[in-house]
């Protein structure tokens, strides 16, 4: 089984909508991160939780929120989807070690009409 | 500025050949992690390689090593004996700060270079 696993795997929505990306990590590290990838460029971070009481706003946190349910679960809501938030979805779980590697899941990719 | 600059966006290598993927980067931390990820058309990143700023020797992953130089600021992917399989798009990120202290440990990554290995 994968050590970071997201659902959905593919979503398409509507603009207006809510949406909620989940997250699951069986590394039992601390920390999880939510990224944002668009075609052709690099990731870019929206949320990152050190610790189930710990959440704080990355580059691009607008339009999002986050809730950290429990040390394995980050999950990621668009309140109310637009097309431009249409975008390849990662989650990535790190320890906090000195070498501390990020391990993502699959991705999720997204649509917004 | 940019934090982390790679400058090739397409290389072609001819399988069983070697290549270099350029990386630089910018920071006034003096610790400070690099990493490169793999991403083949199926969309996931797959961690590959890791160097830290003050590890005295490039770091090796099998086929992959990474040729650190600190005073330019560089850290390039050197993959040996392409294989048609490492066809991907692949980026290089930068970790600053202590991880085991008040840094998040949020990685900044570079736009990515599209290899591709031809038979």
Known sequence: ?113 | AQKITQTQPGMFVQEKEAVTLDCTYDTSDPSYGLFWYKQPSSGEMIFLIYQGSYDQQNATEGRYSLNFQKARKSANLVISASQLGDSAMYFCAMREGNAGGTSYGKLTFGQGTILTVHP
Not at chain 1, 4 to 27: A, D, F
Not at chain 1, 40 to 62: H, M, P, T
Not at chain 1, 81 to 103: E, H, K, M, R, V
Request: hydrophobic residues 30%; neutral net charge.
């Open chain 1, 1 to 113: 089984d994968a050590d970071v696993t997201q659902t959905p795997r593919n979503r398409i929505t509507k603009t207006g909508k809510r949406i909620m990306l989940e997250c699951s990590q069986t590394k039992g590290h601390d920390r999880m991160y939510w990224y944002r990838q668009d075609p052709g460029l690099g990731l870019q971070l929206i949320y990152y939780s050190f610790d189930v009481k710990d959440i704080n706003k990355g580059e691009i946190s607008d339009g999002y929120s986050v809730s950290r349910q429990a040390q394995a679960k980050f999950s990621l809501s668009l309140e109310s989807a637009i097309p431009n938030q249409t975008a390849l979805y990662f989650c990535a779980t790190s320890g906090d070690g000195a070498t501390d590697t990020q391990y993502f899941g699959p991705g999720t990719r997204l649509t917004v009409l």
